[in-house]
Structures are given as structure tokens and as C-alpha cells.
């Protein structure tokens, strides 16, 4: 929903959820040094010919797409901030973004790409997430995991967004931006400096072109704004899971102004199992962070896109002289 909002505006394009970014960046030593030429091609076609980018779902020329590439600065934020650019342009648009959930995730590796990067993070009620995720077709992790995703997503708002550079964060939350559109997008409009605009109300005339209709799970899209899915967890979890979700986000949901609903505590076992996963899941995480610390030992470029002024100006490299600089790309 938020993203036909933001697609919406005359001047913002947000494609489908794509598959490249962060796949691109844990590969990067593969790809080599960009300077060569033979490596940004090599690096384009990666992202242009393969199912899992979802490239195909932006609806641009695979080879105009690799030349731009080739052609372009050999950066790896450059060549990923390409595609999306050309995206942009395909609707005669100035700005992009992107939008996966899992970004929270990796803000560091997002600004070492493109080090003037603007985050926006919609947060819902942690028990409607839950009960939202268990019925994804795609989903197939336990009701366990999917309440260790809203805690880590929230955590992350509370002591990992006050981390990131200055006015470079922006927060709201789906109840409120459903329930009076307008006022929220304003806001949000301004944050971007952006003047806002009415058609980013009416997300929906956009659901045809901007959802791919395989995506099932998004057809609410294709109506109007509502806040009839608000609180849906009542009949969508369990006793079992409304106590789970309650017993390990309580402190959460009420510091986001959700109400709990007195449900009883949950057993020690239940609790142990959540324990142990969000153990498994931390884990993982503090693994990936040291290997990727690893990694930037050994990287032969700097990755930082270098397609607008302020790009270029954060990457320390001199401006060209009595050349036109994309500004806002």
C-alpha cells in the first residue's frame, strides 16, 4: 500500500519488490574490480538475466539496461542505482526507490551503496504482522520466527534508527496512515522534500500496473484505502498465539500505542521454543556481520553510487567541469 502511495507521487517511482540489491553486495568480490568494463557487464547481466532479481517485473530492456551499466560509473551503488533509475525514467520520473521489509536489516550495506539514502519504515501491530505472515503462500517458517521478524523490526526502530545519519530516518505507522491518509503522506511528503500529492490517496488506480498479478497476496491493493484489516488479529490467531505475540512484544506493542489484550502468559515451553529461536536467528546474524566485516578486506572499489551531485560529493570525488549532474536522481 505504501508503496503505490509513493509511486503515486508525479515526481517518485517505487517498482515491485526486487531481488538484486542486497544479493548483488554479498557477491561483490565476485564481480571483481568494476573499473574493468568486462566486470560491469558481467555484474549487469547477473542482474538483468536472472529470474530470482525480478528484473522482468520492471518492464525495461535488458540490453539498454547492461549498456547503461557498462557505460556508467564503475561503482557498484552506480550500477544497481542504474536499474532503478531507468525505472524511474520509464515513468518520466527524477526519483526512485525500493521497498522489501528485510531492509531494516541492512541499512549499513543500503548507505554504503548509496550514502544519501532516505528510510522510510511503516510499522503495524506486531499481531496483525504475525497473523498476516502465517497466511503468505510463501511463508514457511513458524509462528515462532514470524514473531522474532516484528520484534527484530522494532528493535531495530528503537536502537538502530537513532544511529543513522541525521534526518535520514522516518517513522509512521499503518494504523495511522490508514485511518487519515492525507495528514501522514503530508508528512512524509516533507520529510522526502517533496510537495505532496492528492493521487498518493488513492493508491489503487495504480494496483494494475505497479503489483505483478501473481502476487495474490496483495490484492487488497486494488481497493481503496481502509482500516478494516486494523485489529484482524482478534479472529486471525489462536488463543496460543495472541499470548505468544503478547507475552514476548508486550513491551513493544505498548511503546507503539498498541493496547494489549490481557491474554494469559504462555507456557514456559512456548516460551523456551521463542527463546531458542530467536537465539537461531541472532546467531545468523552476528555470523553474517562478522563475514561481511571480513569481506570488506578484500574489496577492490568503492561501492557508493556516484549518479547525482550529492553522490558525488559523499564519494570525495572531484566534480567534472561544464558537465550536467543528475541532481535528486
Given at each position: 500500500m505504501l508503496q503505490l502511495m509513493t509511486h503515486a507521487h508525479p515526481r517518485i517511482a517505487i517498482p515491485p519488490e526486487t531481488r538484486f540489491?542486497?544479493?548483488?553486495?554479498?557477491?561483490?568480490?565476485q564481480f571483481g574490480n568494476l573499473n574493468d568494463p568486462d566486470r560491469r557487464r558481467e555484474l549487469a547481466?547477473?542482474?538483468?538475466?536472472?529470474?530470482?532479481?525480478?528484473f522482468h517485473e520492471l518492464g525495461l530492456d535488458r540490453e539498454e539496461v547492461t549498456k547503461q551499466i557498462v557505460d556508467g560509473p564503475p561503482t557498484l551503488g552506480s550500477a544497481l542505482g542504474i536499474v532503478l533509475?531507468?525505472?524511474?525514467?520509464?515513468?518520466?520520473?527524477?526519483?526512485?526507490?525500493?521497498k522489501r521489509p528485510s531492509y531494516f536489516q541492512y541499512t549499513d550495506v543500503l548507505l554504503r551503496l548509496f550514502p544519501d539514502a532516505q528510510f522510510v519504515h511503516l510499522i503495524r501491530d506486531g499481531r496483525d504482522c504475525?497473523?498476516?505472515?502465517?497466511?503468505?503462500?510463501w511463508y514457511t517458517g513458524s509462528v515462532y520466527s514470524a514473531v522474532c521478524?516484528?520484534?527484530?523490526?522494532?528493535?531495530?526502530?528503537?536502537?538502530?534508527?537513532?544511529?543513522?545519519?541525521?534526518?535520514s530516518y522516518h517513522e509512521l505507522r499503518y494504523e495511522d496512515l490508514t485511518a487519515d491518509p492525507e495528514s501522514h503522506l503530508r508528512r512524509l511528503c516533507e520529510f522526502l522534500g517533496e510537495d505532496f500529492a492528492p493521487a498518493m490517496c488513492e493508491p489503487s488506480t495504480l494496483a494494475g500496473i505497479a503489483v505483478p498479478a501473481h502476487k495474490t497476496w496483495h490484492a487488497r491493493t486494488h481497493d481503496e484505502v481502509t482500516t478494516s484489516r486494523t485489529g484482524t488479529w482478534r479472529e486471525r490467531l489462536d488463543p496460543g498465539e495472541i499470548s505468544l505475540c503478547e507475552s514476548v512484544l508486550g513491551d513493544r506493542l505498548e511503546t507503539y500505542g498498541y493496547e494489549l489484550s490481557g491474554a494469559p502468559k504462555i507456557e514456559t515451553s512456548r516460551m523456551?521454543?521463542?527463546?531458542?529461536?530467536?537465539?537461531?536467528?541472532?546467531?545468523?546474524?552476528?555470523?553474517?556481520?562478522?563475514?561481511?566485516?571480513?569481506?570488506?578486506?578484500?574489496?577492490?572499489?568503492?561501492?557508493?553510487?556516484?549518479?547525482?551531485?550529492?553522490?558525488?560529493?559523499?564519494?570525495?570525488?572531484?566534480?567534472?567541469?561544464?558537465?550536467?549532474?543528475?541532481?535528486?536522481?
Open positions: 540489491m542486497v544479493s548483488a553486495y554479498q557477491r561483490r568480490l547481466e547477473w542482474v538483468v538475466n536472472r529470474t530470482q532479481s525480478r533509475r531507468a525505472y524511474a525514467i520509464r515513468h518520466d520520473k527524477p526519483r526512485w526507490g525500493d504475525v497473523a498476516s505472515l502465517k497466511e503468505m503462500p521478524a516484528w520484534a527484530e523490526a522494532i528493535d531495530f526502530a528503537r536502537h538502530g534508527a537513532p544511529k543513522l545519519p541525521e534526518g523456551v521454543t521463542y527463546e531458542k529461536t530467536a537465539a537461531k536467528r541472532k546467531l545468523a546474524r552476528v555470523k553474517r556481520v562478522a563475514f561481511d566485516r571480513l569481506m570488506r578486506l578484500r574489496e577492490p572499489n568503492q561501492l557508493g553510487a556516484r549518479l547525482t551531485s550529492g553522490q558525488i560529493v559523499l564519494a570525495g570525488v572531484p566534480m567534472p567541469r561544464n558537465e550536467p549532474i543528475a541532481v535528486n536522481g
